[in-house]
């Protein structure tokens, strides 16, 4: 049996993961932490029966203990309860699904725990790549990608020496405005960036797929993951999101993870890593497929994509600037509050508004974001 | 330093295995052994020192013993000398590259002297594969190929547990001929099948290739090298040649290798195995490759590929069989004997006529060649 925790269980990643384990007998949910969407996770501990649940909102960890007085599982609250649930004693291993910068302390504390980590919280190699890294390597821990591209990428490297990469390509769909110019998105409705081609994710994460800013984030996860330079990481569009990332060695060999966009995938990958597991679903059918295609990816007009390079080239606190800046920005697109283009403009001002930091401690990384919010609600 | 005997050095696989170890300072030849090209033999001989050679033909070595009297290195001949090369104290790794049957004993006697092979003739695991796979087993020797798609087979389970493999996807180009039905197949002269749209080979592999019957062979080894059922291999025409094969787990992911048309390389990965080296050459080119497409095979035009899945079902000595009367009637093709569509109908004609031999002995596999060899000269 693997004891699991996860961090996030209402939102995406966190209900396909729960997913996987009512699909596998050998696996146990020990700890769940949700934001305040209580009426899921009511749902869930009367499914899972976890020995300990938090809820971030102070008031929705009281209703909830109401609700579920009848259970065995205990309900904790605000960020001392979300550490409780990542330190968990009984689990081996922590998803991390909650989205945004609230996920890193609790990852930190996990790593310290020793749990190894499937890694599904952007922000923590984004932000903090420098501190997480090293301190999973002195602890012995495994840092497992949840995300599909970087999945794919360590799911290439099996068996492979890292000092053999040559370079990793990292797929992207290009999302729903590939191949049109910034003159053209001007108009971009709200509408119109939530309909990604081929994956169904968050709506934040769907916005920041239709800008190429999500695949800059993971150009940056990946440089920290796989412990490359950043001219080593070609992004590849791909429309058909059917090659999910690759590897180039030393000897031009090219490994590559190819599959149909279901996230359950990578999540399971991470759970049971190294094995495999069966895992129902549709496969790739290559009578019927067609083609796959391929192009470079347009960074002049999807400037989100260049600024990823920009910021984690600078480093520093610079990744810190670009994440919290497009995390702000978004949050004000889907609000409406502003145009689809305004989201890289706000981006570049805050970078173009920041004096780097190197090294920064998670303190400094935490007031680099409230500073960016700051910038950003001074001016829009 | 890693020391190699090359068995069929004069060849295609020879030459371009002497070109890696030109470029790396760390492997050395120490035997060599060609069919009757001792021009050639010569110039290696004077380039690489080995310790011994043979050459198959005797008349020829007596020849060439003269011309290299100079030089330290000692010819032997026939099967005899054959096997010295292939057993050679010093030799850690035997690159089997002669074409045909007679390929097979020194690869057993390599075996049973502990050397792992880079495997590289096809009849050795077509015809006796029943009898290498539990040899190499019980000697724990590794059995490392050589050929193109069976690198990427063996590249793509790198790291993997072989009991997850829930289908092999062997790529095929499909050769000069793809769509074109039998009737249109009627009046191939031989300079038509001798043009292969991707690589650069052999005559004889060459005139395989189109008839897809090389594929056919192909999948009898697979079975073989990686233990899976007839019912697990799916050939799947990938015209540009650039995804080399493939494997599907049981959790819907694919694993495939992906690169330029270079036998270099999967030479190298089996002489470095489980390490990669650099390797210079052209690199697949996203950002212009524009696309990779797929279809199913046309068994039904293409009808040696159906015949290779029949006879490998089949078993016993029916592959053996299979083989024998291909090589033979592409003899008679490449000699202008007998028209194009005339290969795949001597096989036709040669497996109904064979009564299966169970599990034959190695002196069974040459007899069944010889019957299937008579067959046709009695025929055509």
Chains 1, 2 share one sequence.
């Not at 209703?63 to 990542?86: F, P, S, W, Y």
């Amino acid at each position: 049996m693997k004891y699991i925790s996860v961090l996030g269980s209402t939102g995406s990643i966190g209900t396909q993961t729960l997913d996987i384990v009512r699909n596998n007998d050998d696996l146990s949910v020990v700890a769940m932490a949700a934001g305040s969407n209580i009426e899921l996770l009511e749902k869930q501990i009367r499914e899972f029966c976890p020995k300990v649940v938090c809820v971030f909102n102070e008031d929705k960890a009281k209703q909830l203990r109401e609700n579920i007085k009848d259970t065995d599982t205990k309900v904790v609250a605000g960020m001392d309860g979300l550490i409780e649930t990542a330190v968990i004693e009984t689990a081996e291993i922590v998803v991390t699904a909650f989205v945004g910068m609230i996920g890193i302390r609790p990852t930190i504390e996990a790593i310290k725990a020793g749990k190894d980590i499937a890694l599904a919280n952007k922000e923590t190699l984004v932000t903090a790549g420098h501190i997480i890294m090293p301190l999973a390597s002195s602890m012995g821990v495994k840092i497992l990608p949840v995300d599909s591209e970087h999945s794919a990428i360590f799911q290439s490297l099996n068996g492979e020496n890292r000092k053999q990469i040559d370079k990793i390509l990292l797929t992207a769909s290009g999302g729903p405005f590939r191949g049109k110019t910034r003159e053209e998105m001007k108009n971009v409705r709200l509408e119109d960036a939530l309909k990604h081609p081929n994956w169904s994710m968050g709506r934040k994460i769907t916005i920041d797929s239709s800008t190429m800013v999500n695949k800059g984030l993971e150009v940056i996860e990946a440089k920290w993951l796989f412990d490359v330079d950043f001219d080593d990481i070609q992004v590849v569009v791909q429309p058909q999101s059917l090659i999910h990332s690759m590897v180039q060695f030393d000897d031009g060999a090219i490994i590559a993870q190819l599959g149909t966009p279901d996230m359950r995938l990578p999540i399971q990958y991470a759970l049971y890593y190294p094995d495999r597991k069966y895992l129902g679903g549709d496969r790739v059918d290559f009578a019927k497929l067609a083609s796959i295609s391929f192009e470079a990816p347009d960074m002049d007009n999807f400037v989100g994509l260049s600024y990823a390079y920009e910021a984690g080239r600078i480093g520093g606190s610079m990744p810190t600037v670009f994440n919290a800046a497009n995390e702000k920005a978004v949050e004000k697109f889907l609000n409406r509050k502003i145009s689809y283009l305004d989201i890289t403009d706000i981006i570049r001002y805050c970078m173009d508004n920041h004096k780097k930091i190197d090294n920064p401690s998670f303190e400094q990384i935490l007031e680099t974001e409230q500073t960016v919010y700051e910038m950003i609600e001074n001016r829009w």
